[in-house]
């Protein structure tokens, strides 16, 4: 069951920092001045990230009271 929860997400995973590393690196290749411009974005997309998540989590949790509330489930 964890298996398939997990498996397809970390092949995901790994495919997406593989596309990340090959891109800055043909970046470089290409011109060592966008690949500057492209790794000063990286603390945007971490800031962007950070909000994402928090986001999402306050949804989950959002929805788990209303599951419970609908459910009747004390905690």
Do not use: D, N
């Not at 069951?1 to 997406?16: A, D, N, V």
């Not at 990230?49 to 459910?71: H, L, P, R, S, T």
């Amino acid at each position: 069951m964890i298996q398939r929860g997990i498996g397809e997400k970390i092949g995901e995973l790994f495919g997406t920092i593989f596309l990340f590393v090959l891109g800055y690196l043909f970046a470089f290749f290409i011109g060592w001045e966008y690949t500057l411009i492209l790794l000063g974005s990286i603390p945007v997309m971490m800031v962007a990230f950070v909000i994402m998540a928090k986001a999402g989590k306050a949804g989950v949790q959002e929805e788990i009271i209303a599951y419970q509330q609908c459910a009747g489930i004390a905690e």
